[in-house]
């Protein structure tokens, strides 16, 4: 019997208990069926996806959920965001992920996302800076790529390059960018801070006055006059899960920085329409899609943006909302997997807090179901009913060795 | 008063639901008064021998559970069983455990284990294969020993050499054995790989037609006329257990592999009659032995291989009768040892699935009870009550420091 298994990851759907919602998590709050179901015939824990009280990004997270140890291997955002966008970034490549932004006369930052600028004046004022020349190193080149809206991609090839450099990025409306900045004292991380706030200094030349932001002024749009780059970020140096443990894998994921991770982890990545990495995604679509790359996959990741976003926006019944749409999905998963030879385990990446707007350190629940496991007498899937089950406490990087045993793909350590 | 601990490592116990048990683990099906009584009294958990989801030989497992980093410490099968043989092997000494077999004319291998061979003919054939001499290079010598039946061992000593090196055992009957190679690119592993590729060579030239050959030729018997290799190993450079805690300490197993490993840390081993590591052991045997050794030692390891054999063999009624004999072995242990001054844990070392058959990364359940312990609510000594006990989840590497700190053994960290 071919064994299988599903992973799949809501981003930052765990969170703390809210006032709103009775002093319940979003997840204790929602009507999930389904996710009861997983919880009630599988075995069921908490996860720190990287340790405990820390709070990851989705990338670590990723990373971790995928079984390599982020702290040895992070390398940075850019280079992951920039690969998830499609953007070719190759080892060695310094990427960073920028924002067309708009700035007053004395170089204050009045919107850091430019009014979101639609894509059709993004993609031209991309291709005027692309076609600046870098004037030395001769030996360097870079890439410049819009994706969605404000959002871009700055990734440099060429000498030797460093990520220990700071953001330009203030992180927030009112201040100037800053200098990128060599975080340590290497020659290379003092060229790539050289090279890249060169390159800044002629964007905005060419962005002051160009025809794209002489007419958005005209319509009183926000002038998209500046970059600001932040998360230097190269490819992390990880051995393909093909590799690892001989799996085919395959994903299913609409947020570019969680491609980036599995493009990075050599996953396959199939693209599902009307899968947008926000609350409107079509979830349906997602479940379809998945049970299809099963058939020829060890392994498939499912990747859920949505209670991430609204979380950050601190909405608690939207949230609930989308969980209650995510156990839909689910539902559909569970009626259309054999469960005989498929084990599925749902998780999150990372708790993001209503109340705080921002990632939190708190575990994840995890519930794995599927042959022969042992199964437990948690009856609900949530962040408390999760802590009294069989799996007890473990860590993101565990739970790819514990699913490839389940599946019979990990060898034997001794004799 | 003076506190001792003993330790039951109940190899391959631990399981996964079973069918034919009406979906319960062996150890849940099966009679156990003593296992209880040991959970009830005291604290228990699960616990990972290396890290949840890797399954571990029982040679790795038990380096952990004596408190050595298995993953820093390991350094193959071949010297451990060696040891655990009486093969003298010192460090530095590269040894392999190996099989008599059976060829045909083409060299395939017909039995792997050349009809378990009767030990007084491999003793003959072992003592023949021990006159050849090493023609290079010169420094060069190796030790060739049956154990029993068809096992053997070989020991190479002499320049430097390396466990960097792949087996020529096929694994499997209908193939030819595989010619040794370096595993990667020093001159140590090439060394080792051409001193036992020709030692096997000229083995194969004096079994071929040897009297013990042609005389189970006339009986129809499969002839020994190849030796397989595998598992190079030396012996792991690790501190005895008397300079890590300060302790005496004593092992009573009958499997080579536990019976090396507890050589290494320099643990007194007691030979116990009847002690076969099989399920036909002579349990209360070992009981007795463990109480008597107990005399003059801090610390007691009782290892019983029986329940991973009927695992291997897939024998889930078997497996449950196993357990009921190792429970009678813990009653007469309850019964005898002093609990006001004695801990008794018991675990396994690893799962084993009567489903799949193999080793699995599942975690074992762990019981310790003893003096003054924080017992928990847990009555029952099975893989999901231990779950949830007062131990939570801990890991292999974890237990003897546990162990030592509850009988005083255990320095402080710090002021």
Redo the contacts between chains.
Sequence with gaps: MMLKAILVISDGMADRLIKELDWKTPLEAAQKPSLNQIAKTGICGILDPISPGVPPGSDTATLALLGYDALKVYSGRGALEALGSGVNVLPGDVAFRCNFATANEKGVVLDRRAGRIANEDATKLAGSLQKIKLKKPANAEFLFRNTIQHRTVLSIRGPKLSIAVSNSDPGKNGEKPQEIKPLDNTSEAKLTARIVNDLLHDFHKTLRNHPVNVERAKHDLPQANTVLCRGAGTIPNIKPLSQVFGIRATCIAAAPLVKGVCKAAGIRIVDVKGATGTPQTNYMAKAKAIVQALKNSDFALLHVKAADVVSHDGKARQKVEVIEKIDDMLGYLLDHVDLGSTYLAVTADHTTSIVTGNHEGDPVPIAITGP?????SVMEYDERSCA?G?????RGV?L??????LI?K??????
């Design positions: 022969y496991i042992r199964c437990d009294k069989g799996l007890n406490r473990i565990d790819m060795p514990i699913l490839m045993n019979g990990t060898g034997k350590f001794g004799a």
